[in-house]
Nanobody, 118 residues
């Protein structure tokens, strides 16, 4: 059974930094893509950043470009999200996301709360 275990959320002041981690386990396959989405209260879940395992190509939401960096450790099936210059509007539950096959199912972590105070 595939599991995505997240860590690293918390409360931080505006302008501060946090680093999220997500480790995937339970699959015999290597990851196809991993990344992060977020959901603020009353809003839909939106992409934050994703990374392809094969070539490392990344995709970022415009609102986080230049502030957030997604990275990975393929050997550990782990993805990270370094978040710098955090803003109150970054406050949300952050969800780890993974696919093991291009047309396979999506897998989600349980979510970790990030709160940025002004």
């Amino acid at each position: 059974q595939v599991q995505l275990v997240e860590s690293g959320g918390g409360l931080v002041q505006a302008g501060g930094s946090l680093r999220l981690s997500c480790a995937a386990s339970g699959s015999q396959r290597s990851l196809y893509t991993m990344g992060w989405y977020r959901q603020a209260p009353g809003k839909q879940r939106d992409i934050v950043a994703t990374m392809m395992r094969t070539n490392g190509s990344t995709n970022y939401a415009d609102s986080v470009k230049g502030r957030f960096t997604v990275s990975r450790e393929n050997a550990k099936n782990t993805v990270y999200l370094q978040m710098n210059f955090l803003k109150p509007e970054d406050t949300a539950v952050y969800y780890c996301y993974a696919k093991f096959l291009a047309f396979g199912p999506d897998f989600w972590g349980q979510g970790t709360q990030v709160t940025v105070s002004s």
